[in-house]
């Protein structure tokens, strides 16, 4: 998470895991744009998140230990889950490796005020990303969703 104030329009949203020993927090807007992914691995997990730059999400003291990351293919992607539960509440998306996909429904509940949901191709993953807007999104410049 940034060491500066959060900026006017991010709140800060906890979560983690299903066993809580993998926690977090990041800031992002309350209003977010989130991927339903049909890639491979996503679309086996039913994975549907947002993407937030890295410098604002920041994993809780111990964390780190019960973690694990399967990667395949390109190995940019970093697919991070807990080695206890199993959930994937976080990863480094192909995407945007500078940045943090959260999974929407690892989200604790009252932060989030609405969820724009828009579709990932991961499938063909090279002609989706050219035509998308998900770079921005880890940069800061992606369009907010509305309300």
Same mark, same amino acid.
């Given at each position: ?26 800031e992002a807007p309350a ?10 691995? &996503?679309?086996?997990? +039913?994975? $549907?998140? %947002?993407?937030? !730059?890295?410098?604002?999400?920041k994993l809780q003291p ?19 889950? &807990?080695?206890?539960? +199993?959930? $994937?509440? %976080?990863?480094? !998306? ?21 969820v724009e949901y828009r ?29």
């Amino acid at each position: 998470m940034s060491s500066g104030s959060v900026v006017p329009d991010d709140v800060v949203h906890t979560g983690g895991c299903h066993c809580r020993r993998v926690r977090w927090r990041v800031e992002a807007p309350a209003s977010v744009v989130a991927w339903i992914c049909n890639c491979s691995d &996503c679309s086996m997990r +039913g994975n $549907t998140h %947002f993407v937030v !730059p890295a410098a604002k999400f920041k994993l809780q003291p111990g964390a780190d230990e019960f973690i694990t990351t399967y990667t395949f293919g390109t190995h940019t992607a970093k697919h991070t889950f &807990c080695k206890v539960c +199993g959930i $994937t509440s %976080f990863y480094t !998306p192909r995407s945007n490796p500078d940045g943090v996909a959260v999974t929407v429904a690892c989200v604790d509940p009252g932060t989030l005020e609405h969820v724009e949901y828009r579709k990932a191709d991961g499938r063909n993953w090279e002609e989706w990303f050219k035509r998308s807007d998900i770079a921005g999104f880890s940069e800061g410049k992606a369009e907010a969703a509305a309300e």
